[in-house]
């Protein structure tokens, strides 16, 4: 009995439906015939062994299962020669879309415009874009969100069934329809990445197909959009933060904070791709954009020999920039780590307040895992174990409770007697 690689079925979904929906343009019912398709291989693919063209593969069951699901339409609603003239004929034959296909096609790109496209609401845009193109499960998109489940699967229902209603083409949006959808792209990229480096729930801390994948689209809108200094600044952000993952974690699983990071296991080559990046793009831009500024901030943490070496000062300038074109508590959240590298634990505490009065933090773990970090800095072991433990209890990852806990553990021991 063969196995399927890790990952596969998951890199290959948001391909397989976005060759479907190109085809036959029911964004539900596609998504509906490519989960019953993953279903058929995770059962025959190791038994049977995996296919020439497992992508093909995919889609030609898949396609299969929309055909079905097409003519039972057609029968249950007695409209066999209306349906027959909105439906071409040709969607019932062998589909072509298994042929190989050049970067210029990618129906995953496709996709991922289709789903910011300006029909839907920002609130329905990036939901749906997680699910279809990132592949995050309804339930992991409406924890990021801190909404029932039911309340996201309400939410992402309705944005296909407006994609639907509203006749939108599949095809990569012209140059001039780009820049208007181009923020809500970089902002369903920059999310698919954070939930790849740091997921929010489960037994991983990081999920490296998400990362990739995310990664991989935004190359692809710089081919689109090669002068756009914030696609470029994105790009960079990404290749300066996951050229830390080796040293992320350690041999058993757990967390290794940066600070404490073998620093010879991070990626070069990475790190030097993204350095280039975002210099060429502060160079060639007078206003700074929030991707390209935080990109900045990575490439003073990634040059630094260690965290000791880090220029605090001028990540903390960094900060105060970047506050200024897309303030919001998260940013005042890790400015305040800064603030206490540069003027002591008291100052960051004080920041940190501020940032914890926005009530969008309301129950938010970092807060309390970032002041537990300035609290043992400043001395107070008591009340740092308490914010550790607090930190730990809030937060639905595993392998961040894991080093909460250790933390308090060791924070609690160190207490003098």
């Not at 990618?106 to 415009?113: A, K, V, W």
């Not at 140059?175 to 999310?191: C, D, I, K, P």
């Amino acid at each position: 009995m063969s196995t399927v690689p890790e990952g596969l079925l998951r890199d290959l979904a948001p391909q397989v439906l976005g060759a479907l929906v190109r085809r036959f343009g029911d964004f539900d019912a596609a998504e509906d015939a490519v989960q019953e398709a993953l279903l058929d291989a995770a059962l025959q693919w190791p038994r049977e062994g995996l296919p020439d063209n497992p992508r093909g593969w995919l889609i030609r069951v898949a396609h299969r299962r929309m055909t079905d699901h097409l003519r039972s339409e057609i029968a249950r609603r007695r409209r066999e020669e209306s349906e027959g003239t909105r439906i071409p004929r040709e969607a019932f034959l062998a589909p072509a879309a298994d042929a190989p296909r050049g970067p210029a096609s990618d129906d995953t790109l496709t996709l991922l415009f289709l789903c910011c496209h300006p029909a839907l609401s920002p609130g329905a845009q990036v939901p749906l874009t997680l699910r279809a193109v990132g592949g995050l499960t309804t339930a992991e998109i409406a924890r990021a969100y801190l909404v029932p489940e039911a309340t996201m699967t309400k939410r992402i229902t309705r944005a296909k069934q407006r994609i639907k209603a509203s006749g939108i083409g599949f095809r990569t949006p012209p140059a001039a329809e780009l820049a208007g959808r181009l923020a809500s792209v970089l902002q369903v990229l920059y999310l698919i990445f954070n939930e790849g480096y740091a997921s929010t729930a489960g037994p991983e801390l990081q999920r490296v197909d998400l990362t990739t994948e995310a990664i991989r689209l935004t190359r692809a809108v710089r081919r689109l959009r090669p002068g756009d200094t914030e696609v470029a600044g994105l790009l960079a952000l990404m290749l300066l933060t996951d050229a830390r993952r080796p040293a992320r974690t350690a041999p058993d699983g757990s967390l290794v904070p940066m600070a404490e990071q073998d620093r010879t296991r991070w990626d070069r080559a990475s790190i030097e791709e993204g350095v280039a990046l975002v210099s060429e793009a502060l160079a060639g831009t007078e206003r700074f954009g929030p991707y390209q500024l935080q990109a900045a901030i990575a490439a003073v943490h990634d040059e630094a020999a260690g965290d000791e070496e880090t220029d605090w000062r001028q990540i903390l300038g960094l900060y105060g920039l970047l506050r200024a074109v897309a303030d919001g508590p998260v940013v005042m959240l890790n400015q305040a780590v800064a603030e206490a590298k540069v003027h002591g634990p008291a100052a960051g505490l004080a920041l940190l307040d501020r940032a914890a009065a926005d009530p969008r933090l309301a129950g938010n773990h970092r807060v309390d895992a970032v002041r537990a970090h300035l609290l043992e800095e400043s001395g107070d072991a008591a009340a740092a174990r308490a914010s550790y433990l607090t930190a730990a209890q809030r937060t639905t990852s595993l392998p961040e409770r894991r080093y909460l806990l250790a933390r308090a553990e060791r924070v609690g021991a160190a207490r003098p007697s």
